[in-house]
């Protein structure tokens, strides 16, 4: 069985005369225990999928089960075993650390005690800083915590809503080595970022886009299944060379990735020497034009071009 | 059960480390009953009145002292002529102005008829008929003394007895209806401003997706109000008793109960407000809106509720703090037992039920 199964689910906001779709039409499943990525711009859509498989809102059109439970007729089921952790801090500021698990725990009709276990490697991270209210602690602190009061009734099915948005790149780091860790206790994780470079960390990703999933795979397939040969370029003037490149005749896209443009050519015309004389005569300097391996957000660019 | 308390328990975290609301709640009621009892009274005292005596005799004497001994009058000026009278009206130093006639004690002993002209600001038409009827009776007084040495048949003399606030205190009718405006506010307004902050805080959102059933939401998020309103009403009566020397009457914990009863009602409309509010700012003015006004203006302890006009007598009605205030009023100064105010504690019963029915079926099990 599936831990989530998402059929034809199509989500509309606003009155008749300005429909905003949010979801349009999106099937996918996830397997028990499995970690998946829903990834994303802001915007696509993935609040809106997370909130109607929490039970938060309905949908108009499509059915979904979390758990083997119907998100609409099943409600109550569902709330009694996922956990779930919105995109905004949804904890008790005024209260500490301590209190706010305490609360969850009581809550979902357990106690720290029972599940200790589940949340000790992420808990005592955070434990230094019990008594301090949650108002106070940093951004990586609060995403720690809304972790383990999220997972304090050992739910089987965890929802993640942007975990790592607004969190510095080692609690990010950090972060994701936990839910790796909470995998293993065969917990199903459905975890949504904006990050194209978390989705590697995922056992299956979906990008999704306006609404509408463009692929679902592994992140090894969707780097496999980047379409031609791409190209890391760099030069003195990286601004220039990014204007210069879009403005290439043969060049189908042209994308800024750190220290390297990524440039993609039409059917690969003109080869590397044709990209280097065409440099050349715009007066480049200190050129550097080698192949490199297509990663996710250049396939994500890619589908979303082609779409 | 565990969930209620722990529930309960976060509840009472949330108001003692907030000091704005712990401040409402403990300060706010004392500084009304204060104010009402001893600022905003519409007793007269010691009102400046000014005299245009035109006899000067031994009967004009008598009453102008009688007048300026009252605890009612002080008698601030001497006037020399008519023209005065409407001068020392618009300088607005005196209330009112007694003329007496030329010969007013001759007149009084050959004719058995003398006239005393009492002049009041009719700007502020309840103030005017208060005084011009106290000096109205001090006047008679004096009357009536005089004719104590010669019998006169067929006098008949009114008796007046002001029941169970015999010396007509502001304050008697003050209480009951400040009590009734406190524990509307505390109770409505913070109950309702207590659960949309969950919303807007976003806490709204796990709560729903935990096994938490709503009736327990509401009733845990309504006892700690409650029960801070019961202190409030405790704080309320000390400081009525021992401060405004207001008496309590009837029985303790008829009162107490009935409060109770009215609590719970507020608390009902707290709850009925929060279901269709978005933030703390719209829940707090609605509340205020909503439930302060009607309870200042038709709850019947600011403007009689008797010389309204029909249709509003009628929507007085809807008014919860109406019935509260004339259970506290009958209960509290009056004396009265459950028998007398079974009616009015089975109106505040049905309205909560109705207020607790529609909040339970509002409220919102998704976002949206």
């Known amino acids: 069985m599936n831990a989530i199964t998402v059929d034809h689910i199509v989500k509309t906001y606003g009155s008749k005369k300005q429909v905003l779709t949010a979801l349009d039409d999106i099937s996918f499943e996830v397997k028990k225990g499995e970690l998946f990525g829903i990834i994303g711009p802001d915007g696509a859509g993935k609040t809106s999928l997370f909130r109607i498989l929490t039970t938060l809102l309905l949908a108009e059109g499509g059915t979904a089960t979390v758990d083997g439970y119907d998100v609409v007729k099943d409600y109550k089921q569902i709330r009694k075993s996922v956990g779930y952790m919105p995109g905004k801090f949804s904890l008790y500021q005024d209260l500490s650390v301590e209190e706010n698990l305490e609360f969850f725990a009581t809550i979902f009709n357990t106690s720290i005690d029972q599940n200790y276990d589940l949340i000790k490697d992420i808990y005592v991270q955070i434990e230094p800083f019990k008594k ?44 994701w080595d936990m839910l790796k860790d909470l995998k293993k206790q065969g917990i199903t994780i459905l975890v949504s970022t904006p990050y194209m470079d978390e ?69 690969n015309q003109g080869g590397k020497e044709g990209v280097l004389k065409y440099l050349n005569e715009l007066s480049h300097k200190n050129i550097l034009l080698e192949h490199t391996a297509p990663n996710i957000e250049d396939r994500f660019m890619q589908l979303m071009k082609n779409t | 059960m565990k969930q209620f308390l722990i529930f309960v328990k976060k509840e009472f975290y949330h108001i003692f480390r907030d000091r704005k609301s712990l401040l409402i709640i403990f300060l706010m009621p004392i500084m009304q009953i204060i104010l009402f009892g001893f600022a905003l009274t519409n007793e007269i005292k010691n009102s400046n009145i000014a005299v245009l005596d035109n006899s000067k005799d031994e009967s004009t004497a008598a009453i102008i002292q009688r007048l300026d001994a009252s605890r009612y009058f002080k008698v ?188 719970i009602t507020a608390v009902s409309l707290g709850l009925m407000i929060s279901t269709f509010t978005k933030t703390q700012q719209e829940a707090q003015m609605f509340s205020l809106m909503a439930l302060l006004l009607p ?3 038709l709850g019947g302890f600011m403007f009689p509720i008797e010389s309204m006009p029909l249709p509003l007598q009628i929507v007085s009605n809807i008014v919860p703090s109406k019935w509260y205030f004339l259970i506290v009023k009958d209960v509290m100064i009056k004396g009265l037992g459950f028998s007398q105010v079974w009616k009015e504690s089975l109106v505040l019963l049905g309205m909560s039920l109705f207020l607790l029915t529609i909040s339970l079926k509002k409220f919102k099990i998704r976002l949206s």
């Not at chain 2, 004096?142 to 169970?164: S, V």
């Not at chain 2, 505390?186 to 949309?196: P, R």
Request: with cysteine; hydrophobic share 45%; aromatic share 10%.
């Open chain 2, 76 to 263: 601030y000026q001497n006037l020399q002529s008519p023209s005065d009278i409407e001068k020392a009206f618009k300088t607005g130093n005196v209330r009112m102005v007694v003329v007496f006639q030329p010969g007013f004690r001759e007149s009084l002993l050959h004719t058995h008829a003398a006239q005393v002209q009492l002049i009041a600001d009719g700007s502020d038409p309840n103030t005017a008929t208060t005084i011009t009827n106290y000096a109205g009776s001090i006047i008679s007084d004096y009357q009536k003394e005089l004719y104590g040495q010669f019998e006169i048949p067929y006098t008949i003399k009114p008796e007046i007895r002001m029941l169970y606030n015999p010396q007509l205190k502001g304050t008697y009718n003050f209480v009951p209806g400040v009590m009734a405006m406190i524990l509307i506010l505390i109770a409505a307004m913070m109950t309702s401003v207590a659960i949309v902050r969950e919303k807007e805080i976003n806490t709204m959102e796990v709560i729903l997706v935990s096994p938490l059933k709503p009736l327990l939401f509401i009733v845990s998020k309504a006892i700690p109000y409650i029960f801070l309103s019961l202190v409030n009403v405790v704080t309320i009566l000390l400081v009525s008793y021992f401060v405004l020397d207001v008496p309590i009457n009837g029985n303790l914990f008829l009162l107490m109960a009935e409060s109770l009863l009215f609590i």
């Open chain 1, 199 to 267: 989705a590697a960390m995922c056992d299956r990703v979906a990008l999704i886009q306006s609404g509408k999933i463009m692929s679902i795979e592994t992140p090894e397939n969707i780097v496999k299944e980047f379409e031609g040969e791409l190209w890391a370029v760099r030069s003195a003037d990286m601004y220039r060379l990014l204007n210069d490149l879009k403005q290439y005749k043969y060049t189908e896209s042209c994308n800024s990735f750190g220290e390297y443009h990524h440039l993609l050519l039409t059917k």
């Open chain 1, 132 to 175: 301090r209210r949650a108002g106070k602690l940093s951004g990586g602190m609060k995403q720690k915590l809304a972790l383990c009061c999220a997972l304090i009734h050992k739910p089987s099915v965890l929802f993640l809503d942007e975990p790592t948005t607004g969190v510095d790149a080692v609690s990010r780091k950090e972060f």
């Open chain 2, 295 to 297: 309870t200042l203006l």
